[in-house]
């Protein structure tokens, strides 16, 4: 069928989208979301030495390349100096200003508003879509930094926030993607910001899900992530468990995403082997769905989540969740419907909650339901491209009149396949 209306282009700005976690997922939402409407091209830095600078092999230059990645036309833009964050972009400004010249539309999204940096300097208009503030993204990473990349982080720190509040300042239209992450960038600019919205995370529902599925599921916890990332709090996961183990029989913990490095797991688990705890590594999306069938309950252990896309994901099959109150997961967790959130480090509460929850199957399909049916009626793909929609057409006029005659074209087509295909046949 030939396309009668042609699509602009459109440039995503993000950061690096390692292959798993939360921007990568976002990433994928938004590479969808333009790809029906534009011609999207990803653009992120990069900190590969074949294409950067490499100060243990003397090379002081980088360059750029193009690169598939999961399926999504990309560009990698080569650092310099990666060990100073403050200059990632403003180093490499001739490389930004030089890829993005033939874009006139602009779609950032990631954890952090950083990536925006490149269209602040090169004064471009873009909207937006981000999960945390700088500091919150930073918190407890840098609690494991040697002393001198501590200090060095710490410095490079007060630029960097100073560059994020220009951007969040700067920025025609920015989506938070909770309500705590809302007001977290409310309270780095300091002042009432009309171009600061919310906007959730779109979930796929689980079309085979059924109350008599619920019935038959194991007694399997689930815990998704990159359980390397000191942020995800990998100690308090394990302790819970330890716990629950020793009080239920046959019970097993699924925890999906890199393995942690094996020191870092022999410092939580004491020496001790694992019980019952598999680390699955990253698997594909067919295993990780029938995972997710076959669990009663994840857990969420977080410092902090942005949102915690993977509570939303688990949700959408009808898994209850016990999480600590992190940030994000005050958007889907309903104390008593769908979960419970309990206190950061809190062991006691979350066993509590999680042992009573696995031995009344009564209570767990009515979280069950509940999660399923919310989900479904607040985190919907057609809500949150609508929202996408309405956002770009505040900050580039021209495409609310696009949008129209696109979807109406796409409804005259749809309408009129079957005679098109008659009089091509």
Known sequence: MKEIIKKPKIAILTLHPYNYGGILSSLKVVYDFCSKYFEPTVFFL????????????????????????????????????????????????????????????????????????????????FVMWVATTYEEDKKNRIQELSYLRFLLDRLGAVFVRKIEKIILRRANLTWALSSYAKKSFQEELGVVAPSLSQCGYPMEMKANFALTNLKSREENIIAVGRFDDPRKNLGMLIRVFNKLSESKDNINLYIVGPKPSDDR?????????????????????????????????????????????????????????IATDCGGTRDYIVNGKSGWLVPIDDDEQMFNKAYNLLRDNKLAEEFSIFSH????????????????????????????DYFGLYNLEETNLKFNKDSYEDSNN
């Open 265 to 321: 797991i022999k410092r939580f688990l004491g020496g001790k082997t694992p019980k019952n705890i598999i680390f699955t590594g990253l698997i594909s999306n067919e295993k990780l769905d029938d995972l997710y069938k076959r669990s009663s309950l994840m857990l969420i252990t977080s410092y902090q989540e942005g949102l915690g896309i993977i509570g939303l994901e688990a949700m959408s099959y009808g898994v209850p969740i």
């Open 46 to 125: 990069s900190f590969d030495k074949e294409i950067s600078a490499y100060l243990k092999g003397f090379k002081f230059t980088s360059k750029s390349r193009f690169k598939d990645y999961f399926g999504m036309n990309c560009v990698e833009i080569g650092a310099r100096f990666s060990f100073w964050e403050p200059g990632h972009y403003s180093f490499t400004a001739k490389d930004w200003k030089k890829c993005l010249s033939e874009f006139d539309y602009f779609f950032v999204t990631s954890g952090t508003a950083i990536p925006a940096h490149p269209l602040v300097f090169l004064n471009k208009k």
């Open 373 to 400: 049916n919310f989900i479904r009626n607040n985190f919907s793909y057609e809500k949150i491209y609508s929202t996408f929609r309405e956002g770009l057409s505040k900050v580039y006029p021209e495409l609310k």
